[in-house]
Each structure stands twice: as structure tokens, then as C-alpha cells.
């Protein structure tokens, strides 16, 4: 029999508390016949386990920029294989370091490899998406054609209601399918 190869999707897993939503994430897009590799942050890694996101992507996890299994640093080998970059959640903190080009982790370093599609779903409290700095970072990425979806508006885990909570997973996997389509 056959295999096609299924389109690689880099999923980057910040340190939000929505940070649970992206294992069920993960499955869906599994589930639709992607091949999903799983970039985590430290402060992710706080609040969901890396063997969650292995488990589930039935890859590795890559948690370390100095993780090195080859002699080409993985970011450069992964970029060359992504056909999209997606972030869920994404933090206002990596939202700001997209916007100023700031590589100091395995994810950051990543994005500035990375040439293809790149989408972000934000999730976090409405002060913080609301705050300037976010706004303007927003306004820099949505400039050199990231895609955003969402956050939307309702309750956020803080308690608060208003906008930054995460896009519903349906909805991430809806924007996915239709993106990977283009280089997959
Ligand atoms: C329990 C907890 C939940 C957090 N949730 C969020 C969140 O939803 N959105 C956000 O932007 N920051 C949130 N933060 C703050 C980030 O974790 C912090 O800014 C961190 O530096 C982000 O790092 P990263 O972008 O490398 O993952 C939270 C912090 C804690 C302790």
C-alpha cells in the first residue's frame, strides 16, 4: 500500500493557562491526518507535561533549544520540512518577542526560521491583550501577515470577562485545514 505523506504542522505551546486546550488540539489535528510536532516553552511546561503532547502527537516534544539528536540544530531541519507554524495559545510574552525578532528559546528561535504560514490563537486576561504594548505587537505581526484567530471575548480563567480568551479548538483546526492545504 501506498503512504502519502501527511503535511508536517510545528505546534508551539505556550505558558497560558489555556495551555490544557492545546493536548485536545493536538488530537483533532491528528486526527485529520497531520503530522503534528510540538514545540513547548519553559513556563508551558509548568502547567501541561511534555508526555502529554508525545503521547498524543506521537512524535517527540521538542522542550530545549539545545536539544541536538543531529548535527543540524532542529529548528533549521524542522523549518525546512513545516508546511505551517502554528501557535496556541499564544502568550502576550511570545506574541512580543514574534514582533521583535527575540530568539531565545527552542520556540522563538523557531518562528525566525520559519518561512512558511504562521498563525496565532492568543489566549490571555483582556488587561494584558489589551495593554499597548500587545496591541502594538499585534498590529506589527498582523503587518507581516500573521494570521490571528481569535482571542475571543467571554470568561477568562482569571474570572474576568472580556477579550483574550482562547479560539475555540474547532475553530483552530478549521483555520489549520484551510491553511495546510495551500503548502501541504
Ligand atoms: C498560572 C499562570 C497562568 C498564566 N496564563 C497566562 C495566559 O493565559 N496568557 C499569557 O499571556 N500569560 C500567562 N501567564 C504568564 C506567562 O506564563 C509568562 O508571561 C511567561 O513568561 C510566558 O512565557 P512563554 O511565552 O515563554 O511561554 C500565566 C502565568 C501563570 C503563572
Redesign the pocket.
Known amino acids: 500500500m501506498t503512504q502519502t505523506k501527511k503535511p508536517l504542522l510545528v505546534l508551539g505551546?505556550?505558558?497560558?493557562?489555556?495551555?490544557y486546550k492545546a493536548a485536545d488540539l493536538t488530537s483533532k489535528l491528528v486526527q485529520k491526518g497531520i503530522d503534528v510536532q510540538v514545540i513547548m516553552?519553559?513556563?508551558?511546561q509548568?502547567?501541561v507535561c511534555p508526555q502529554t503532547f508525545m503521547t498524543l502527537s506521537r512524535n517527540p516534544v521538542i522542550t530545549s533549544l539545545w536539544e541536538m539528536p543531529d548535527w543540524q540544530p532542529g529548528h533549521i531541519a524542522l523549518a525546512i520540512r513545516a508546511a505551517a507554524l502554528l501557535i496556541a495559545?499564544?502568550?502576550?510574552?511570545?506574541?512580543a518577542?514574534m514582533a521583535h525578532g527575540i530568539a531565545d528559546?527552542a520556540?522563538?528561535t523557531y518562528y525566525l526560521s520559519h518561512t512558511g504560514p504562521v498563525l496565532v490563537a492568543?489566549?490571555?486576561?483582556p488587561r494584558?491583550w489589551q495593554h499597548p504594548a500587545t496591541v502594538d505587537n499585534c498590529k506589527l505581526l498582523k503587518k507581516r501577515k500573521v494570521q490571528f484567530i481569535g482571542p475571543e471575548t467571554g470568561h477568562?480563567?482569571c474570572g474576568e470577562n472580556g477579550p483574550?480568551r482562547?479560539a475555540e479548538v474547532s475553530t483552530i483546526v478549521d483555520a489549520i485545514l484551510k491553511g495546510i492545504v495551500v503548502r501541504g
Open positions: 505551546v505556550t505558558g497560558s493557562i489555556a495551555a516553552t519553559e513556563s508551558a509548568k502547567l495559545p499564544a502568550t502576550a510574552n511570545m506574541l518577542k528559546d520556540l522563538s492568543p489566549a490571555m486576561n494584558m477568562v480563567a483574550g482562547l
